[in-house]
């Protein structure tokens, strides 16, 4: 069974960089469509950033200007660049590939921004 694999989450202090990045943990698999959610304490689970296959980039308001989603060429891949990071990013991140119809999700992992 395909799994999602994230890293790079981490604890920054506020206007800090962290790079988060997600793999399918069979290299061969590719997909038609990535994307990075978040879930903070006692909130539901909100889109971040997504990326089609023909490159079409969708950001939250919240993070348009900060954050910046890539994938490599193969659909196989995503990075989610994020700079000036502040208090309320935190939350667990997720990553998500669209095989068809078919969602993978990875097990997320924590941003915490706080001085």
């Not at 069974?1 to 506020?14: A, D, R, T």
């Amino acid at each position: 069974q395909v799994q999602l694999v994230e890293s790079g989450g981490g604890l920054v202090q506020p206007g800090e960089s962290l790079r988060l990045s997600c793999a399918a943990s069979a290299s061969i698999f590719s997909f038609t469509a990535m994307a990075w959610y978040r879930q903070a304490p006692g909130k539901q689970r909100e889109l971040v950033a997504s990326i089609s296959g023909g490159g079409t980039l969708n950001y939250a308001d919240s993070v348009n200007g900060r954050f910046t989603i890539s994938r490599n060429k193969a659909m196989t891949t995503t990075t989610l660049q994020m700079n000036s990071l502040k208090p309320e990013d935190t939350a667990v991140y997720f990553c998500r590939g669209l095989r068809g119809s078919i969602e993978y999700w990875g097990q997320g992992t924590q941003v915490t921004v706080s001085s």
